[in-house]
């Protein structure tokens, strides 16, 4: 390999971004014509019979000769690359070119696997390229990855993909082509036909989804109190610790969803804090709940069904259940469903509750907004379900308790104060785990993934957090009905001052990347519990809202920070350029 030239040590990734001003260019591919045998498939992933291994080696020597005819002249070292488990025809293909001509040819594959790559002599990888999948992948869009391509003196590369794979992010400017292009003369592209096997008889999707899942057998709520529309991932490990977690999240090695932080065990003197927020928030978020309940009542329909963002928008989805049925003796049905930032809503629970209900009635619930993302998340993935499904009728507007980042218009508040759910995680949740989504898992006919932690039943306060709220609807009932009528004749439009807010916050901070930026104290919280918190910036004179968020800063060495201007009680920071090498195994913060 020729000396790279860069230092010796150094991570070396993408090439240098164009000039400012500048617009990079389109590479320079040249596509080759196969001709690839007709329903010949292109490897294991389908079967491979000894018939069609006679038919390929009959076949290789032409389709050598096709992409030595494309190569340049004079090329004496060539890659050829292949795509992620697209990885038998490439390699045959490669061993074809060579005994085809003098060339020497190299063959690897691009990945979804991150690994450091460093400019060592004795290192195994030397460098990395990143590029956004072009597969339209299950699990949701990401990084992938080729390595050792950049600076190893290729006169050019032919990259092999299945048809599948040739999308326009594969030839975007920032797609794998492109990335090529900056490291070597010529990219030549070889299509290779996507093979499916024939199953006439195979449904397109499951005729029945499964029933949904209620306690006591999945979580410590009453049956009638909800419905998981989630399938019971008990049994299996999912579990990391928090700062493994966030060493993969950050370096696109994984997303969140895709395993669970370690539930966080309160400390006696926590749990102190927790029962004496309760006790001095529960007639607040009472009437909150009263408010938001009377307004969907009014606005959005008489028998809304209500449908939480697990898990966040549970407790509050079955407060408002029992609001309801406090107030005007309606016995509302009430789910639970999966969303995930990034890949979207569960599809097949809004299958299920379009075979169940009118999606008109359906009101989607969440505990509080922090810059809205959910928000947006929530309506961009109706829009393509409505799209691929044909199923119209959901609407896209969240009914939240707390509306501190100003992006729904149906709330119960906009003060940014603390909601004692937000304190723990699944001991005031049911018991229940945060979602998971990970391929392996959920496959394309299943609900996303939850566990339940039966084993944390003696410390969980779930039922005492609903029982201590509803308990104050009586003395609230008046004031919060009138506080509904004065909303609805009331001018609701989200501001987005949230999202405004922490795009200023996340510039003024060296950050670069809103998700690292947790507004209002709920989101700090979860940062606080679940990952590595780099500060928190409280609002000058935060009273006995943030005792909490104190208390675990002061546990975790992490600096609280007053801040004169600020949109909420307080704003949590993730560390933004975590390494567990960085912060030390404990994750306390350190300066950027």
């Not at 109190?225 to 994984?254: M, N, Y």
């Not at 560390?575 to 912060?583: D, E």
């Amino acid at each position: 390999m020729p000396p790279a030239p860069w230092g010796r040590g150094e991570l070396r990734e993408q090439p240098p971004r164009p000039a400012a001003g500048r617009q990079p260019r389109p590479p320079h591919v040249t596509r080759i014509d196969l001709r690839w045998p007709e329903g010949l498939p292109d490897g294991g992933r389908h079967g491979f019979t000894p018939a069609h291994r006679e038919r390929l080696e009959a076949a290789l020597p032409a389709l050598a000769a096709r992409l030595a005819e494309a190569l340049p002249a004079g090329a004496r070292r060539v890659l050829v690359l292949g795509f992620e488990e697209l990885m038998y025809a490439p390699l045959r293909l490669a061993e074809a070119l060579e005994l085809a001509t003098d060339v020497e040819v190299r063959y690897s594959t691009t990945t979804r696997s991150p690994v450091l790559a460093v400019d060592d002599p004795g290192y195994a990888i030397r460098t990395r390229l990143r590029f956004p999948a072009h597969d339209n992948p299950a699990d949701g869009p990401g990084e992938r990855y080729a390595y050792n391509v950049a600076g190893a003196g290729f006169d050019a590369v032919v990259a092999v993909v299945d048809s599948a794979a040739d999308t326009p992010p594969l030839h975007a400017p920032d797609g794998l082509l492109a990335q090529l292009a900056a490291h070597t003369p010529e990219v030549l592209l070889a299509v290779v036909p996507s093979y499916v096997p024939e199953a006439p008889h195979a449904p397109e999707r499951p005729s029945m989804l499964p029933e949904p899942l209620r306690g006591p057998a999945f979580s410590s709520y009453a049956p009638e109190e909800v419905g998981w529309l989630l399938q019971d991932l008990s049994d299996v490990t999912l579990e990391a610790p928090t700062e493994e977690r966030e060493e993969a999240i950050q370096s696109g090695g994984a997303h969140y969803a895709e395993s669970l932080p370690v539930e966080y065990q309160p400390s006696e003197q926590y749990q102190e804090l927790f029962h004496a927020a309760l006790e001095d928030s529960a007639a607040r978020i009472a009437q909150a709940v009263g408010v938001v309940t009377e307004t969907v009542l009014a606005e959005r329909s008489p028998r809304p069904v209500l449908v939480s963002l697990a898990r966040a928008g549970t407790p509050i989805g079955i407060l408002m259940r029992r609001w309801a049925q406090h107030r005007h003796g309606l016995d509302l049905p009430h789910y639970a469903v999966s969303i995930v930032r990034g890949r979207g809503i569960d599809a097949n629970a809004l299958r299920w509750l379009a075979e169940h209900h009118d999606p008109r009635d359906v009101v989607f619930v969440d505990g509080w907004t922090g810059k809205g993302a959910i928000t947006r998340e929530l309506a961009q993935a109706l829009e393509e379900f409505e799209k691929s499904d044909g199923i119209t009728g959901f609407s896209p507007e969240i009914a939240v308790l707390a509306d501190p980042g100003s992006c729904v218009r149906t709330y119960g508040t906009r003060e940014d104060f603390l909601i004692p759910s937000a304190c723990l995680n699944s001991t005031v949740s049911g018991l229940i785990s945060r979602t998971v989504l990970r391929a392996d898992l959920v496959g394309p006919h299943d609900f996303h993934g939850a566990k339940f932690y039966r084993e944390l039943a003696g410390t969980d306060v779930s039922v005492t957090f609903l029982d201590a709220v509803s308990a104050r609807f009586p003395e609230v009932a008046d004031a919060a009905c009138a506080q509904a009528k004065e909303l609805l004749a009331a001018d609701r439009s989200p501001t987005w001052e949230g999202w405004a807010a922490v795009e200023r916050i996340s510039e003024e901070y060296g950050i670069h990347d809103v998700n690292l930026v947790k507004p209002g104290v709920g989101e700090t919280t979860r940062v606080m519990l679940r990952r590595v918190p780099w500060k928190v910036l409280a609002r000058a004179g935060a009273g006995s809202d943030l005792d909490h968020v104190r208390l675990l800063a002061g546990q975790r060495g992490v600096p609280v920070e007053e801040v004169a201007e600020l949109p909420y009680t307080c704003v949590g920071l993730i560390h933004p350029k975590y390494t567990r090498g960085a912060t030390g195994a404990d994750g306390k913060a350190v300066t950027v």
